[in-house]
């Protein structure tokens, strides 16, 4: 990896900041151009760097503050770097805090770069080669349940993106003394979700695309490019590197970047077109006409060479009797021919960012793959055993329903019913008998006074605000579900929050209980584990009534008392089972020992 | 969208509610008239008659008013004040939800057409025994039993339908007389646009035409100098000029249009003293007569039996006999029908003008977010009424295609039609493949916004449409560039004595509100024509301190 | 296409009182003769029939775009049918069409199809009810109806641009059955899905799958107390068009208890078993370890790890000892 630097000065004296990672240990390096100066050389190494403090981008200042211990661990001292060119400011102060970030973190394995590392500096995840390594590990991680249980940095990222189940964990783990491998047991899933979410990665893309050139105010253009961008850079366009090989020790860095982007030679790199308004760079600009393809190793051994006269795929495409003998326009012979240069470079380009890709399953090509299924022996396989769940489904016709059938006793009246209804029909029908003879004039009545009672009453509870209908008027943009309560509830929020928190952890504890009662294992720990989360329960009840007790003198109090009632009420089931399952055990063991003590005879 | 069904129920509705009891009392007496009243009623309205049909008993005002969820105040305050600790309910004072204000709408229009009646009784309260004055609403009693007639079929005494003889006249065929209908109707509709017309509608329609402003005598024909030239002369009305009215009324469809010259017909007819109740019921009772059938006159009363003449010119009458019988085509049948069912009555009328096989989407219009507008028609009048807005440029052999333009929205805008009415007949005309696109893409918005509701009372800001938005936005900014100037009427004060008196009284406009304008360096001041009152009145109270 | 932008212009809310669309009321009536027979003296079936037939009237009156829908539900004879509209009438439609401006006609059109179908009905019942069983239910005729629902609301509206909402009246008599549960609610979800209200008219006893039934899609419940006065029911309370509906209060009556009873005792239960295929709850595992609903055979390792008693370490009675300690 190059070194990042720039140009800074400390204690008022001008002077190179660099970032030497390649060494070790891992420095930070400050340099005097003038070597007269009293500290000519500052060098602080990047494990003992604690803490990273940048000027706010909107102020005028530019400076790095430095927080290290000594060599010796103990004092903490301070650097203090300031910058007269933002974008090297940003771009040292990036790395540092990348560094400090990875230094801090637990770095997984050495070779990645990438993977784990959720640096909020680095926003942009590039592309990085050695993925594969890790690729398989994280997956089996991510399935094994174990190791997600283990991994406590997962658990704590996990808390702090997540701040319902922040709170819970407080409440239940640290407050209360649930275990916290049993918290995280019954949400695995989260784990496991999380983890994966974690660790996607972005595949590769052409990185120059995304160096977008900012004209800043003052006549400059700035350029923002990270570490990865660079690397990147270099993987993709590897005459980039080259350039930068052979210039760097003689310009330095910074330079070397600025001019880069406001050449040619970035510009032909992107794909844009070159006209002659275009700055040239001198240095660069040689690059321009170097052969691309000279660091190509890697091409010519996925392009298979078939002599052209049976080469018949080809043949096809350059069709010369529809297209005439001249060849293609990509085909010809044309150096600064703008189009097909940009096709070539492009093409060029998801060549070699595809060839950096590993597969795992690249090697085998899916011919090889065919042939290995036909030599399969299928007949050694065992059998595999088909599970299915039997659904049983039912012809509602052919089951007899003792209810549809006409009892005797009830033939005659049906019979009766029957001719009735029949006659009836076929006589006139007078619609004005609804509701003409008085009888019907003064039902009309009855009823509508009964309906009119009945939406008195349902207007009620709209009103009431505790309809679900009525919720949904809400704009739940700007309320939620919880503003309901205070309101009608003549309880404040804090109040509300309190009781919300007791009910929270409870139904956390209870959850525990019941899962590790209705387990049946006969296991030791998991028995102390029930017992312990028993206690926990009981210790639930306490706080509840604590909490209610609190309102015993407001006017609120019913309430309280009404919306706690079913915990209360849930918790208690909960021990009163275990108390019988308890005495069920006591008297079965009363009964062994019975046994056991009774002499046969 | 049913704006203007709305539009044409409200004229009709005015008309209706500003009839006197009498009047209303008689409409009553024919069921049909009761059934086509009920059925321009508002929905609520609907529901309110119906719950009092049955009952005789009058019903109290809360126990009708109680139906109507109260409404979820929380709605009507400004987010600004919104914080999740504030109460739900804001009673800011004179506030009143929308729902109640519906309610209230439909018991005053009931109120109007005398529907409904209130009456103040007093009741004692069985537990307290206090007199309280309680408000109870009873239905007419004229209405309550020909509208039960209606429903239960029994005594249908104004109906035609009962006395039909088949008699050895030919029956006209539908067709025919779709034809007939819309012939003599885009007869009128040509006149209006200024094409060329066959043969000019007649006197009477003209004199219509012009009552009801929806064209006008130019004034190019004042100049011409003849002597013995006056106004009102015959000549006059065969050369009139489409109005901005007339232009609006052009982009309706076409129940709107009858209706509006059938109201404009009533109140000419009250004029010459024809009976309004007679032409009312002949006016809902054609709406209730059968296309192709033919009804003798003898059952028509003299004042129906002249509207009969003058109601053929509208196509809305097929008379060839005098005296005998008399059809009434689809404009007839289906005046009282709602707007939905209606289109398809006008598309089957297009298509019989046409004379090729039925075409679902016929007269629709097809419009890009690119402005450019397809539509499948050959009627000329469909295409003339589009030239009032749309940049025609090509007509193929079904279809004529163009874009809509500043220009040509802007020359729509100077004739004095809007930019709603323009984005109605969009809407209305829009082919059915937009509207199914437009459905599409509301469910997907519904779907993937989870915390829209169908309510209506959150407002929810995700609904149907039809025309692309880009369009209809870009349609209402052109009508905003026209209005470059905005006026007010007031008064201009200036010449002061000295800055003291321009100041105190300056100051006094500003804090009553009336101010518009004011210039401290020139010391004018502008304030509006209402609040010449109040200033002048400071103004005087000022002199007197002085004096 | 999506917004680039907000609206320059922010579009009139929808208003409920400019709602127009016709609606379509499909109409279910519990025939089970049986049931007619339990409710003689009460209410005859002639007399719903005419209540009916003027609630029917009052709805084509509303506008001119709304249409009915009759069926039965179950006869001796044959399972549920069509009453109105004709199925075998291909050209109904066009006549409907032709008789929506004629209110008279299309009432007395759509009165006398009913009363015809009817006696048809009738007629055709047996009159000596041995060994006969009966055909259909509620559920059944319920499908029938929302299936032309569909068809009215969402096929047909593609072709013609109009459309249509709809709701169902179900007027029903007898008790609930157990056996129609599974049918019954796979009616009410799909009803839910349409967006169709279901109101229920209920003579003789309670019951709560009409309850939910109503309670789900956001329709009336109203268990007839006052016979005489049907119409007054049927014109007021049930008679709420769903355009009105978002701001109406309901004037539903129904006692919905929406806690968990178990299948198999009808007692409310917290804690119990479920089977995994029908999803029923259970106070017990049942006997032969097979789900009475579905007759699904229940895995036995599982049944008898479940029937096991759970195993604690038991708590003893607490000895006060000096230093507190509790002895397990």
């Known amino acids: 990896m190059s070194n990042v630097s720039g140009a800074a000065s400390h204690k008022k004296k001008n002077g190179m900041l660099t970032v030497l990672e390649d060494q070790e240990p891992s420095i930070l390096q400050w340099s005097a151009i003038d070597p007269s100066v009293a500290v000519p050389l500052v060098k602080i190494r990047l494990d003992f760097i604690t803490s990273l403090r940048a000027t706010n981008p909107n102020s005028n200042q530019m400076m790095i503050k430095v927080l290290y211990k000594d060599s010796s661990g103990a004092d903490e001292k301070t650097a203090l770097f300031s910058f007269t060119n933002r974008s090297v400011m940003d771009n040292i102060q990036r790395t540092l805090q990348q560094v400090v970030a990875r230094k801090k973190a637990s770095s997984s394995t050495p070779g990645a770069t990438t993977t784990k590392d959720t640096d909020a500096a680095s926003s942009a995840a590039t592309p990085s080669s050695q993925v594969n390594s890790t690729d398989k590990e994280d997956l089996s991680t991510f399935l094994d349940s174990d190791k997600l249980l283990k991994d406590h940095k997962l658990q704590q990222k996990l808390l702090v993106d997540n701040k319902t189940l922040m709170i819970t964990f407080k409440e239940a783990v640290m407050s209360n003394g649930l275990d916290p491998e049993e918290f995280w047991k019954t949400r695995l899933h989260l784990l496991r979700s999380y983890a994966v979410q974690q660790a996607q990665k972005r595949g590769p893309y052409n990185v120059l695309s995304t160096i977008k050139p900012v004209a800043s105010s003052d006549n400059k253009v700035n350029v923002t490019v990270t570490r990865e961008k660079i690397q990147s850079i270099f993987e993709q366009y590897p005459i980039v590197r080259k350039a930068y090989d052979e210039n760097v020790p003689r310009l330095n860095e910074g330079e070397f970047w600025s001019r880069f982007f406001s050449s040619r030679l970035f510009r032909q790199l992107r794909g844009e077109p070159t006209s002659s308004y275009d700055r040239a760079d001198v240095v660069l600009d040689k690059y321009l006409y170097m ?3 000279a660091d190509e190793h890697t091409t010519k051994e996925s392009i298979e ?139 009309i009545f009855d009823v509508a006074k009964e309906i009119s009672q009945i939406v008195k009453q349902n ?143 | 969208m049913s704006d203007s069904s709305n539009l044409l129920k409200t004229t009709v509705n005015d008309y209706l509610e500003n009839l006197p009891e009498s009047v209303h009392n008689k409409l009553y007496q024919s069921s049909i008239t009761c059934l086509a009243i009920f059925r321009l009623l508002p929905s609520l309205a609907k ?84 007199l309280t004055n309680v408000v109870v ?27 039909i003889e088949m008699t050895d006249v030919e029956e006209v065929s539908e067709e025919f007389l779709d034809r007939y209908s819309l012939m003599k109707w885009e007869n009128i509709l040509h006149f209006m646009v200024g094409s060329e017309v066959p043969e000019l509608p007649s006197i009477g329609v003209l004199s219509l035409l012009r009552h009801s402003g929806l064209m006008d005598i130019g004034e190019e024909n004042e100049f011409i100098a003849t002597p013995k030239r006056f106004k009102g002369d015959n000549m006059d009305l065969k ?53 192709g059938k033919q009804y003798p006159v003898t059952l028509l009363s003299d004042t129906q039996v002249i509207m009969l003449e003058d109601l053929v010119d509208y196509g809305l009458i097929y008379y060839p006999e005098k005296n005998r019988y008399f059809y009434p085509t689809r404009m007839a049948t289906t005046l009282t029908s709602e707007k939905t069912t209606f289109k398809t009555a006008s598309m089957s009328m297009n298509q019989v003008l046409e004379g090729g096989p039925e075409v679902k989407d016929h007269g629709s219009i097809v419009l890009e977010t690119n402005f450019k507008l397809y539509c499948y028609t050959t009627s000329p009048l469909q295409i003339a009424i589009l030239n009032l807005f749309v940049h025609l440029r090509t007509r193929f052999a079904n279809m004529v295609t163009g874009m809509i333009t500043r220009e040509s929205v802007r020359e729509a805008l100077r004739n004095g039609i809007t930019a709603d009415q323009i984005i109605k007949y969009l809407e209305t005309h829009a082919h059915s493949q937009m509207k199914k696109l437009a459905e599409e893409k509301l469910l997907k918005k519904l779907e993937f916004d989870s915390n829209a509701t169908e309510t209506q009372q959150i407002g929810s800001q995700v609904k149907l449409e039809v025309i692309p938005p880009t369009v209809v936005d870009q349609i209402k900014l052109w009508q905003l560039e026209m209005d470059r100037l905005q006026t007010f009427a007031g008064f201009l004060f200036k010449d002061f004595a000295n800055a003291q008196e321009f100041e105190q009284l300056a100051n006094y406009a500003d804090e009553v509100g009336v101010m518009l304008w004011r210039d401290d360096d020139k010391r004018k001041f502008f304030v509006t024509e209402e609040g010449i009152g109040q200033l002048n009145d400071y103004a005087n109270r000022l002199k007197r301190h002085r004096a | 296409m999506d917004a680039i932008a907000d609206r320059a212009f922010q579009e009139k809310q929808h208003n409920v009182s400019q709602d127009e669309t016709p609606s379509l009321l499909a109409v279910v009536i519990d025939t089970n003769p049986l049931e007619w027979t339990k409710l ?94 009966l055909k259909g239910s509620i559920a059944g005729a319920m499908s029938m109806a929302l299936s032309y629902i569909n068809r009215l609301t969402n096929i047909e509206p593609e072709s013609t641009g109009n459309t249509l909402r709809a709701k169902m009246l179900v007027i029903s008599i007898s008790d609930d059955s157990t056996q129609q549960y599974v049918p019954f609610m796979n009616c009410i979800f799909s009803a839910q899905k349409m967006k169709v209200s279901i109101d229920v008219c209920k003579m003789g006893p309670d019951s709560s799958f009409l309850q939910q039934a109503s309670d789900v899609t956001n329709g009336v419940y109203m268990l007839i107390k006052n016979v005489h006065g049907l119409i007054q029911y049927l014109t007021t309370a049930l008679f709420i068009d769903p355009s009105l509906r978002p701001i109406m209060v309901l004037p539903t009556n129904s006692d919905l208890d929406f806690r968990a009873s178990c299948f198999v005792t009808n007692k409310v239960i917290d804690i119990g078993y479920v089977c995994s295929v029908c999803l029923c709850i259970f106070s017990i595992i049942p006997r032969n370890n097979v789900c009475p609903t579905c007759q699904s055979k229940f895995d036995d390792a599982v049944v008898k790890k479940l029937r096991q008693k759970p195993i604690v370490i038991p708590l003893q009675k607490k000895k006060k000892l000096e230093d507190g300690v509790q002895r397990t």
């Open chain 1, 459 to 601: 207007t009620k509870q709209y009103s009431q605000g505790w309809q679900a209908a009525n919720l949904n008027f809400q704009d739940s943009k700007t309320s939620t579900i919880n503003d309901v309560g205070p309101e009608s509830l003549n309880i404040s929020t804090d109040e509300l929050e309190e009781l919300r928190l007791t009910h929270m952890t409870s139904i956390e504890f209870l959850r525990h209980f019941w899962s590790h009662l209705g387990s049946g294992s006969k296991d030791k720990q998991d028995l102390l584990t029930l017992k312990k989360l028993h206690a926990s329960v009981s210790k639930c009840i306490s706080r509840v009534e604590a909490v209610v007790d609190k309102f015993q003198d407001s006017n609120s109090k019913q309430t309280v008392h009404a919306i706690m009632q079913p915990l209360v009420i849930s918790l208690n089931k909960a021990l009163a089972e275990y108390q019988k399952a308890s005495s069920a055990m006591l008297e079965y063991q009363e009964r062994v020992h019975k046994s056991r003590t009774q002499t046969p005879v």
């Open chain 2, 137 to 163: 609403l009873q239905l007419n009693p004229m209405f309550r039993k020909n509208f039960r007639n209606a429903l239960t079929g029994s005594q249908m005494s104004n109906d035609l339908n009962n006395d």
């Open chain 1, 305 to 443: 060479h078939i002599n052209p006269l049976i080469d018949v795929q080809s043949n096809e495409q350059d069709n010369s009797v529809k297209l005439g003998n001249a060849p293609d326009v990509t085909m010809k012979v044309n150096n600064d021919n703008r189009i097909s240069g940009i096709m070539k470079n492009m093409n060029r380009l998801s060549r070699r960012m595809l060839a950096n890709i590993k597969d795992e399953n690249q090697d085998k090509t899916p011919e090889v793959e065919q042939l290995e299924e036909q030599l399969d022996l299928r007949d050694l396989e065992d059998d595999v055993e088909l599970e299915y769940n039997e659904l049983k489904l039912q012809n509602s016709k052919l089951v007899q329903n003792k209810a549809n059938r006409i009892d005797d006793r009830i033939s005659g009246d049906y019979t009766e019913s029957i001719k009735t209804s029949q006659r009836q029909f076929h006589e006139p029908f007078n619609l004005t008998d609804i509701y003409n003879p008085t009888t019907q004039r003064q039902a």
């Open chain 1, 291 to 293: 052969d691309p393809n």
């Open chain 2, 47 to 130: 529901f309110y008659v119906m719950s009092l049909l049955f009952n005789e008993h009058s019903v109290s005002y809360i126990d009708l008013t109680r139906w109507i969820r109260p409404d979820n105040m929380t709605h009507l305050v400004s987010s600004s004040t919104k914080s999740s600790s504030s109460s739900a309910v804001t009673n800011f004072p004179g506030a009143i939800g929308k729902n109640k204000m519906y309610q209230n709408e439909c018991l005053k229009r009931l109120k109007q057409l005398n529907l409904i009646k209130d009456v103040r009784k007093q009741w004692t309260n069985p537990n307290t025994g206090q």
């Open chain 3, 40 to 133: 003689k003296g009460v209410i005859c079936l002639k007399e719903l029939c005419k209540s009916v037939l003027v609630l029917l009237n009052a709805h084509l009156s509303l506008n001119s775009g709304n249409r009915v829908a009759v069926l039965t539900s179950s006869s001796l004879n044959s399972g549920p049918k069509f009453l109105y509209p004709d199925p075998n009438d291909k050209t109904y439609e066009k006549r409907e069409s032709l008789l929506s401006s004629d209110i008279h006609r299309q009432f007395k059109f759509v009165d006398q199809k009913i009363i015809q179908e009817l006696q048809i009905l009738l007629d055709n019942e047996p009159l000596n009810p041995e060994n006969q069983e």
């Open chain 2, 239 to 291: 050369s009139m000029k489409i109005t901005q009215d007339g232009f609006q009324f052009l982009l309706q469809d076409i129940n709107a249009q009858i209706w509006q010259l059938l109201l404009q017909y009533l109140r000419m007819s009250e004029k010459l003293m024809m009976n309004p109740v007679d032409v009312l019921n002949f006016i809902f009772m054609l709406g209730s007569l059968e296309l």
